[in-house]
């Protein structure tokens, strides 16, 4: 195997995001799908399989606890797949060969760096959102007469089932919001420099801060076309994960480039 590649260290110079930044990294995701279209099904297949088994077994089993797994599993297996289309695309822009044995060696070596840790820190956001609903559920609805909360739908269209979606929904959104900004920036920064997960996600939080209107843009669209996509049985996500997945790499490296520039 070729010798590990040397990162530079520390954080680098980023200059201001423009809303022009997110169609020209859409473009070069777009691009790089197109270039390595087996990467892009290998990688989003992670998500496509794990979400349709856990989908199966909760309708199956009609045991929603499985979800809890769901929530677990996926910020665990997540990062590490994104990692495999900042590789990809890395790769791409500097005009190497795909070689996969050295492209998963990469995804393999990021569990003695700093990417287990974020992978904690997504993990315990996620359970306390979760905690939160139940909360939030119990508030709301914990003295309704209901059989089974997939079956008595009708509970959800009364008033308090209304506010409790609004509220939940509301505080739900800010969990999001969160995650999206302390990760948007910091997942493709620790594959490129050699920085501490602490610092990565700060200074993917300032940039989120100093950039809100293309960085919101950016976030409603990832969150949109996931939505979408998972709608016909999760096979969306063998497009969107890909495209998102690529041209978060561009987009980070053009924050880079606008500084240098």
Known sequence: MPAREVKP????????????????ALRRGWADMRQAPGYAVTFAGVYVVIGMLLAWITLATGKSYWLIFAAVGFPLVGPF???GFY??????SEGRALVAAEIFA???????????SICAIIIMVFLFWFFLAHMIFALFLGLSTMTNVSSSLE???????????AVGSGVGAVFALLLYSLTVVALPMLLDREVDFVTAMITSLHVVIENPVPMLIWA???????????????LGLFFVLPLLGHATWHLYK????????
């Open 220 to 234: 409603a669209l990832i969150a949109g076309l996931t939505f979408v996509a998972m709608l016909p049985a999760f």
């Open 106 to 116: 990469v995804i393999a070596y990021q569990r003695r760096r700093q990417l287990p």
């Open 81 to 83: 797949a994104a990692v």
């Open 87 to 92: 590789e990809v695309s890395h790769r791409l």
């Open 9 to 24: 260290l520390g954080v680098p110079e980023m200059g201001a995001v423009r809303t022009g930044m997110l169609g020209e």
């Open 254 to 261: 053009l924050m880079c480039e606008a500084e240098a520039a």
């Open 155 to 165: 509970i959800y269209f009364t008033s308090q089932g209304l506010s409790m979606l």
